[in-house]
Every structure is written in structure tokens, then in C-alpha cells.
């Protein structure tokens, strides 16, 4: 059974900086696209961040130039650093990854942003 499973969420000042990490772990043979998406109470879940087997990257307009995901397709990670944040990006942050064909989700991480 493949897991996702986040780290590096807690509480941040505005300005600040957090870096999430997310390790896959199960059976494996191979990953194609990671990303993160994130999700306030009540409403929608959205894209923040993707990343391509091959190292490709979408972000989100919102988070570009701010934000950088990466990965260590050796370990199965996958990382989003966010840098100057905003009060407003306080959400839960998802990982995903699709493993052999199935797209999985990680539980996630809370990431609060105070003023």
C-alpha cells in the first residue's frame, strides 16, 4: 500500500519561510508527477505546485517566484520551500503523487500564517 506522508507545517509570521516536505513510501515502481495542492475550511482544493519526473515544473500564479518545489526521485520525496508568506495562504497542504499509474493523496499539513 503506498503512503504520502507530509512534515514541515506549523506556524509561521507573514514574511516568513516554511519548507514541506512529503516521503511516498510503499511499493514502488515508479513515480511520475508530485505536486502539493492546499485547502482552507469551506473551500476548494487547489493546485499550488507540480513537478514532472524529468523535473518540470507549473506553480500556481499566486506562488510564483516565492515558492520552489523539488524532489529526490531517489527517496521519493517531494519538497515545496515557501517563502515570503502571506497570511492568507494559512490552509492545510496536501502532497500527491501519482505511483504506478494511481494518483494518492497524503493526509496533510497544517500551515498557519499569522499577521
Known amino acids: 500500500q503506498v503512503q504520502l506522508v507530509e512534515s514541515g507545517g506549523g506556524l509561521v509570521q507573514a514574511g516568513g519561510s516554511l519548507r514541506l516536505s512529503c516521503a511516498t513510501s510503499?511499493?514502488?515502481?515508479?513515480?511520475?508527477?508530485m505536486g502539493w495542492y492546499r485547502q482552507a475550511p469551506g473551500k476548494q482544493r487547489d493546485l499550488v505546485a507540480r513537478?514532472?519526473?524529468?523535473?518540470?515544473?507549473v506553480y500556481a500564479d499566486s506562488v510564483k517566484g516565492r515558492f520552489t518545489i523539488s524532489r529526490d526521485n531517489a527517496k521519493n520525496t517531494v519538497f515545496l520551500k515557501m517563502n515570503s508568506l502571506k497570511t492568507e495562504e494559512t490552509d492545510v497542504y496536501y502532497c500527491?503523487?501519482?505511483?504506478?499509474?494511481?494518483?494518492?493523496w497524503g493526509k496533510g499539513t497544517l500551515v498557519t500564517v499569522s499577521s
Open positions: 500527491t503523487a501519482v505511483v504506478d499509474g494511481m494518483l494518492h
Open positions: 513537478i514532472s519526473s524529468g523535473g518540470s515544473t
Open positions: 510503499g511499493i514502488i515502481v515508479s513515480i511520475r508527477t
